[in-house]
């Protein structure tokens, strides 16, 4: 049974440019999360997408961009990015269609801006 | 809004030994489940161990149990016969019934001393 995962891992940027991460949920799971975790902090909520429609999003700007596939897997798109974009970005997949409520993790990509 | 506190930057146990890490957090939901996740080096975030608010009694998983106080919005984790492996970020997380997103606190790193 494969876990969450996400592509690429390491991504290194230009501040200015565009960026898409990606991600495959664990299998049986129909919603997808996305956090951003800034080096020695816990994750913060971007945004977390269930029947292919944003079903809640925290405190970031509109840079930050999401989609959901049929297949339930999600992007994360981040435009103009900033120096401070840089973080590790994590996936988490759960199960809201059978009230399932813990979140499992992918690795996670990291990115810098340079 | 929900918040969750980890007065505990960084913890250190003797391996074999007991530590209890510590947690409170804030919440209006009177539905909401809380977590204890663990992140390695490695970075993968890994669900530990889940307590529902609604149930009085504590959750154990092997040598990981929490000490839940609802009335004092406390839970607290105790490991037990600690490990090299146990050496990690803890992460105290809530997760509110109407809400779609987990709430992290800013971590515990534990070392575990041979």
């Known amino acids: 049974d494969a876990g969450v995962t996400q592509s690429p891992t390491h991504l290194i940027k230009t501040r200015g440019q565009q960026v898409t991460l990606r991600c495959s949920p664990k299998?049986?799971?129909?919603?997808v999360s996305w956090y951003q975790q800034a080096l020695g902090q816990g994750p913060q909520f971007i945004f977390q997408y269930y029947e292919e429609e944003e079903r809640q999003r925290g405190n970031f700007p509109d840079r930050f961009s999401g989609h959901q596939f049929p297949n339930y897997s999600s992007e994360l798109n981040v435009n103009a990015l900033l120096l401070g974009d840089s973080a590790l970005y994590l996936c988490?997949?759960?199960?809201?269609?059978?009230?399932?409520?813990?979140?499992?993790f992918g690795p996670g990509t990291r990115l810098t801006v340079t | 809004a929900q918040t969750v506190t980890q007065s505990q930057p960084e913890m250190s146990v003797q391996e074999a030994e007991t530590v209890t890490l510590s947690c409170t957090y804030d919440t209006s939901e009177s539905d909401y489940y809380l977590f204890w996740y663990k992140q390695p080096p490695s970075r993968q975030m890994i669900l530990v161990i889940r307590?529902?608010?609604?149930?009085?009694q504590n959750a154990t998983e092997n040598r990981f149990s929490v000490n839940f106080q609802k009335a004092a919005k406390s839970f607290s984790l105790k490991i037990s016969d600690s490990q090299l492996g146990d050496a990690a970020m803890y992460f105290c997380?809530?997760?509110?019934?109407?809400?779609?997103?987990?709430?992290f606190g800013k971590g515990t790193k534990l070392s575990v001393k041979p």
């Open positions: 307590q529902e608010a609604y149930k009085q």
């Open positions: 988490a997949s759960s199960s809201l269609g059978t009230g399932t409520y813990e979140q499992y």
């Open positions: 299998s049986g799971h129909d919603t």
């Open positions: 997380v809530i997760y509110g019934g109407s809400q779609g997103n987990l709430i």
